[in-house]
């Protein structure tokens, strides 16, 4: 039981590098793809909010509201999403390094639905390879209210995050 606990918690890799599987700690989910294409056409995709319903593997995000084009440290979003209901949720940007790195995190809007639930982080990580640009996705709960909320979603996830690398490839491809 300690053994499979410690390999967990250490990155592993699945298949080559395309569409492949990272699985790291209990708190995240990653996944990662190969994408024929420059990171910075990536990034700019990934970095403009408006584009996040075309990008979205889940289905659940609708539409931006009060959204910048272009996503920089510090910049807040919102977000309508459905999920069997209809709600929304407001990020702000908490990591940026413009054609490398972006994350944000994501709670409800009002300080009630925050004491309670929020504080995913997702997070974009783009590195030039051979190929084109590898794009890590990872959804990080560390700092979610109640983990055991959604800790059962990492599976379902874990498909989601793997649609949505698709998708981005699909619409840098086109």
Known sequence: MRDRRARRRRTAVAGSGYGAAVATTSDTETVERVIPAPPEKIFDLIADPRRHPDIDGSGSVKAAKDSPERLSLGAKFGMDMKMGLPYSMI??????????????????????????????????????????????????????????????????????????LARIEALVSA
Do not use: C, N
Not at 111 to 120: C, I, T
Not at 128 to 150: F, H, M, N, Y
């Open 91 to 164: 990020s702000e940007v908490i990591e940026f390094e413009d054609g490398r790195r972006i994350a944000w995190q994501s709670r409800p809007p009002g300080s009630f639905g925050s004491r309670f639930s929020g504080g995913r982080i997702w997070r974009y990580e783009l590195e030039p390879v051979t190929d084109g640009t590898r794009v890590r996705e990872t959804w990080d709960i560390s700092q979610e209210k109640i983990k055991a909320l959604v800790r059962p979603a990492r599976k379902k996830t874990h498909k989601a995050m793997d649609a949505t």
